[in-house]
C-alpha cells in the first residue's frame, strides 16, 4: 500500500512518461532506442520535489557520499 504522500509523486511520473508514450502504445514496437532517449530526458529533467534538481544528480551525490568519494 503506498503512503497518500507518495502517490502524487508516481501520478506525476506517470504523467510525463505519458508525453512520450500515448495511452495504448503498443510497447513491442517501441525501439529500445526511443526508451533509452526517453529514460535520459525524464532522469535529467529538474523537479520541484528535488529542490530543482534532477534524479540524475541527486542519484549521483547519494552514491558519491556511499562510496565516500
Known amino acids: 500500500m503506498c503512503s497518500s504522500w507518495e502517490r502524487g509523486a ?5 504523467g510525463l512518461i505519458r508525453r512520450y508514450l500515448p495511452k495504448g502504445t503498443n ?3 517501441v525501439l529500445d532506442e526511443e526508451l533509452e532517449k526517453i529514460i535520459f530526458l ?3 529533467r529538474p523537479r ?3 529542490n530543482y534538481r534532477t534524479p540524475f544528480d541527486v542519484f549521483n ?9
Request: glycine share 8%; aromatic share 8%.
Open 61 to 69: 551525490s547519494i552514491l558519491d557520499g556511499a562510496l565516500g568519494t
Open 42 to 44: 525524464l532522469n535529467h
Open 27 to 29: 510497447f513491442f514496437q
Open 10 to 14: 508516481n501520478e506525476q511520473a506517470n
Open 48 to 50: 520541484k520535489c528535488l
